[in-house]
C-alpha cells in the first residue's frame, strides 16, 4: 500500500515538472514571436537567464491558476453566466499580468491585450499535455476529472467504494427522433450509438410516441413528473388569467412543475439522490445545474446556475469553450453564407443573435451539462437526468437532415463517449439510457409556402384588417430562452405582442400547432359562437392547403375534427386512418382525444398539413425543422435502453405518451436499485420547493 502512494505522488510530482517543463516553452516561445511580449531586461540576458524568467513565469501563472482562479470565479456567480464566459480572457489575462510582476528584477512584461493571447495560448497547451499524460494512466485521468467530485465526497462522509447497486444517467438528445438516430449510427455520424446497437449485450433501440403536443415542455414533464395533463403545446393563453404559458418561461416551467406534482402527489423521478442538469424541470431532483423551472427562484434556494462554477473553476476549462464558442459563431456564419449563395430550399434568416445562441447551446451549455453529469457520477448519485439542445437548436435552423445537424450529431456522440468512459472509473457502476422528448420534421414556413402567417389568416378570416407584410411569428426554443436567463435577461416579457383590442384572437404557434383563443368568449368557445361572430373564419382555417384538420367544441355534437371540402367528424367517432386524420397515421386520434379533455384547450386547434411522401410539415413559427403537433418524425422519438434491463412494453406493444416513459424509466431505476423512496413525504412536495431548496451543482 505504501509503495503504492510513493508510485502515485511520483508519477503526480512528475507531471507536474513536464507540464511545468512545456509551459516555459510555450512561453519562450511566444515572446519569441509576440512583440509586445518579453521575458528580457532592456539590456538583454543570456539564454539561460531567459529561460530560468520564463520558467519561473510559467510556474507562478500555473500556481496563481490553481490556487486564485477557483476563487475569483465563485466570487462572479453573480455575473450572468455567459457574460463570464466571454470575461475568461481578461481574467486569464490578468492572471499572467500578476504572474509576471512576480518574477524577480522586472524581467517580465506584457501589454493587457497581448497577455490575454499568451494566458489563453498557455492554458490551452498546459491543459492538453495534462490530458495526454493522463491518457496513458487511468488513475490519473480518474484524479483529473474527479476532484471536484471526491471533495464534496469527504465534506458528506460518503463512501467511495466501488460497491452496491448501479446507477443510472438518463441523456436526453432534445429533437433527435429515432430514425435521425439510427441512421446516424448506420452511417458512422455516431459511433458510440452503433457500438452499443452492434454488441450482443449492448443496447436496445424502440420508438416511442408523443402526446399529440410533441415539445419538450409537455414531453418532458410527463418524463421527470409522471403527468403532463393540461399541457396542450409549447404556448397556450388561459383565459382565467389572461396569461400566456410557455414552457420555456421560468415561471411558467415552474407552474407546471407544481401542477404535475399536485396531480401525481409525487416529487419526480429524481426524488431519490437525483441530480437535474440542463433541464426544463427539476424531476423532484436535490441535486440542481441550469434547471429552468429552478431559475424563478430567488434566495438562498435558488442554485441553478452554479452549475457553471463547478465547469469554469477549472482555468483549462474556462478557456476552451470560450474558444470553441467563438469558433462555432464563425462557423454558423459560414454555413448560413454558403446555404444562402447556394439558394438552399428552405432557408430562413440566420443572422442576429442566432449565432451566438447557437454556440451557447453547442458549446457552453452542452459541455457545462456534461461536466455535470461527470461530477455526478464520481459522487456516485443513484439517478442523473440531463438534457443535451445542441441538435434541436440547429436543426430548427439549418433543418433536421442537413450537413450542420450531422455534424453537431458527431460532437454530441463525442460526448457521450467521454461519459463511457468516465463510466469505467466511478465508485459505482452505471447504466446508460439514451432518450429523446420529441424528433423533428422538415419542410418549408407557413408564411414562406404562402405569403401570409397564421395569424394573418385568422385575422382576415376574421374580417380585421392584415399587415401588407407578412411579419414574422416569433421562433421558441429553450436554448434561446436559457441564453436569456445566462444573461440575467427576463424571459418572456413581452415575448407575445399586446392585444389591440380586448376582442382580438390570441394566435399562438408551437412548431405546426396553432392555437387560437378569443378572450372576449368566456370558457371555451364554440363552433356555433364563431360561426355567429366570425362566419368565414372555420371555413377559410379548415379548407387552406396548408392545414391539415381543425378541432373546435360544437354545441351540438360535442368536440369535432373539421377538414377540407366541409368534413366534420365528431372526436368520439375520430378513427385513425380514416378523414382529415389519414396522413396522420396510428395514434392520432387518441392524441386529439386526450387533448381535448384539458382545460385549457384552446377555442380551435390547428394542425398543419403532413404530406406523408416526404415527411414535410409548415411550422407556424420561423423553422424549417420543427415539432410541437402530429406529423412525421417529430411524433417518434426513440428510448435506448441497457439489454440487461426489461424491455418497456410487452413485445408488439407499442411505447405510447410521456407519462408512460416515465413508468418505464421507475421501474428501471427499481431494477437497478431497489424500490424508490421519495426523500419527502408526498403532501410535503406540492410545490417543489423543499426538495429543491438544498439544491447543489456539480461544483
Known sequence: MGDGRWRAAGSALMRVVVVWAVSTLTMLALAGILPDFQLQSDDGDSITKTAFTAAWGAGA??????LVWPVVVRALLIVPALVLGLLVFF??????????????????????????????????????????????????????????????????????????????????????????????AEEGLMPTVAQWLAEKEGHRLTPWRTDWSSQTGASQLGILHGSNHDVPAFRWYEKETGDVMVSSRPASALELQRRAIARTHDGGLLTLDGASRGNLFSGGADQLALVLSMAARFGKGRRSRAGYFAYFSDPANAVRPALSFVAEVCREVGQSTRARMRKVAPRIKRGGLYPFIRAFATVVERDVVVSAVIGDMFAGRTAVYADLVAYDEVAHHSGPN????????????????????????????????????????????????????????????????????????????????????????????????????????????SGNLGLISFPDIAGRASREQLDRSHPALLGTLANHPGIGFLLVRSERHGSVVLGRGGAQIPVSELVDGEGPLAPFGPGAAAAVRRTDTFPHVADIMVNSMYDGATGCVHAFEEQIGSHGGLGGEQSRPFLLWPADLSAPVAPDTELVGAEQVHEVLRRWLRECSGPQIPLVAPGEVEGADEADGTAQAAG
Open 91 to 184: 481574467l486569464n489575462g490578468s492572471l499572467l499580468l500578476l504572474a509576471l510582476r512576480l518574477i524577480p528584477d522586472g524581467r517580465g512584461a506584457a501589454d493587457p491585450e497581448t497577455a490575454v493571447v499568451v494566458a489563453a495560448v498557455m492554458s490551452a497547451v498546459a491543459s492538453a499535455t495534462s490530458t495526454a499524460l493522463a491518457v496513458r494512466d487511468d488513475n490519473a485521468y480518474r484524479r483529473r476529472l474527479s476532484r471536484l467530485a471526491v471533495r464534496r465526497r469527504r465534506r458528506t462522509g460518503t463512501d467511495s467504494g466501488r460497491s452496491g447497486p448501479p446507477g443510472t444517467v438518463f441523456i436526453q438528445l432534445d429533437g433527435v427522433g429515432h430514425d435521425a438516430l439510427a441512421r446516424a
Open 402 to 509: 442537413s450537413r450542420d445537424a450531422a455534424k453537431v450529431l458527431a460532437r454530441l456522440d463525442r460526448s457521450l463517449a467521454l461519459i463511457v468512459k468516465v463510466a469505467e472509473h466511478t465508485p459505482r457502476t452505471y447504466r446508460i439510457v439514451l432518450l429523446s422528448d420529441h424528433g423533428q420534421s422538415p419542410g418549408e414556413t407557413f408564411a414562406g409556402a404562402y405569403g401570409l402567417t397564421l395569424k394573418d389568416l385568422v385575422r382576415a378570416g376574421c374580417g380585421l384588417p392584415v399587415s401588407r407584410r407578412a411579419q414574422r411569428t416569433r421562433s421558441g426554443s429553450e436554448a434561446r430562452d436559457a441564453v436569456r436567463i445566462a444573461l440575467h435577461r427576463p424571459v418572456g416579457e413581452g415575448a407575445e405582442e399586446p392585444l389591440a383590442k380586448p376582442s382580438d384572437p390570441v394566435v399562438l404557434a
Open 61 to 66: 501563472f500555473g500556481l496563481l491558476s490553481a
